[in-house]
């Protein structure tokens, strides 16, 4: 498990043999087999869980299939890279998902990302946190049960470091236009986006999410709201990714702004973009935010 550069394209590549062996919800054989998320599986495994009425309502476990060697000793001596991954289970029911999560329930998801975030990231070993979640099969989920993942990395990702020396000469977002906003959290759609139909949710205060506090928490639970709430009824209840950037904790950059990309996949890949690394922009910035703001 190492990130290595491609000596043809010279792109980064994170090789890790063991992941094609993960088991799959979507391959048709779900029937009979238990979901390992579901309340009575792993429930002795849980890193953390936020109960009511003595129930978990959201709980954190090791993957079983971490990206990154989790063993520090063996990190040390081999060459290899190094990092946590946890699956972030967002609820007890099977097929409850950012849909129809209210208010509360948000904020208890956000609760666990902080708690997460902070105890994943000061480890002195590690450079780089990040928080992200495929739902549904075409967004790359394995699972359908409701969750989010958390990895930690032993090196700074190529995506992030991207962003930051952008920083360094230009602003982050070009044009933007706004959809919602709140006292912590602008959410926006990017005129130049990678993918069409991408949504920002920025933080307006900090450049690390580990300094989210309670205000905060109740500002994205309402962002999360909204946004999912807008998504569902454009477009209906489709595949997405979200994937959250704070600054690392080596590196000062007082423009950053901790932020959410928020991406509902409504194409696929093909050819053309693996074949130049380009994505294709679809997105009529004004009919999109005229669908956005009507609703
Ligand atoms: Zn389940
Ligand atoms: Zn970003």
């Not at 936020?50 to 709980?59: R, S």
């Not at 999560?101 to 070993?125: A, P, T, V």
């Not at 977002?173 to 069409?196: C, M, Q």
Request: hydrophobic fraction near 30%.
């Amino acid at each position: 498990m190492k990130l290595v550069t491609n000596k043809h394209t010279g792109r980064k590549v994170l090789i890790n043999k063991l992941r094609d062996s993960r088991e799959n919800d979507f391959l048709g054989h779900e029937e009979g087999n238990k979901c390992p998320f579901c309340p009575g599986e792993n429930e002795e495994k849980a890193n953390f869980t936020i109960n009511e009425n003595e129930e978990w309502q959201v709980k954190a476990i090791d993957n079983k299939y971490p990206a990154l060697v989790t063993n520090i000793e063996e990190y040390q001596k081999n060459n290899c890279d190094y990092g946590k991954h946890e699956v972030l289970i967002e609820t007890r029911e099977h097929l409850r998902n950012f849909y129809d999560f209210n208010q509360h329930e948000f904020e208890n998801i956000i609760k666990m990302y902080k708690n997460r975030y902070i105890e994943l990231d000061k480890d002195e070993n590690v450079k780089y946190t990040i928080i992200y979640k495929n739902h549904l099969k075409s967004a790359g989920a394995s699972k359908i049960h409701s969750h989010s993942q958390i990895l930690s990395m032993s090196f700074i990702p190529p995506e992030i470091k991207r962003e930051i020396n952008t920083l360094k000469t230009d602003s982050l977002w070009g044009d933007k236009r706004i959809i919602t906003e709140n006292e912590s959290f602008e959410l926006f759609l990017p005129e130049d986006s990678f993918l069409s139909g991408e949504m920002i949710i920025e933080n307006r205060n900090s450049g690390r999410f580990n300094d989210i506090n309670d205000e905060e928490i109740k500002d994205l639970a309402k962002s999360f709201k909204e946004v999912f709430d807008k998504i569902n009824k454009v477009y209906g209840t489709i595949p997405f990714n979200i994937y959250l950037h704070s600054l690392p904790k080596t590196i000062r950059s007082p423009k950053f702004k901790w932020h959410i990309h928020v991406i509902p996949r409504k194409g696929k890949f093909g050819g053309f973009e693996l074949g130049t690394g380009l994505y294709i922009n679809s997105l009529d910035l004004d009919e999109m935010y005229n669908k956005f703001c009507k609703r």
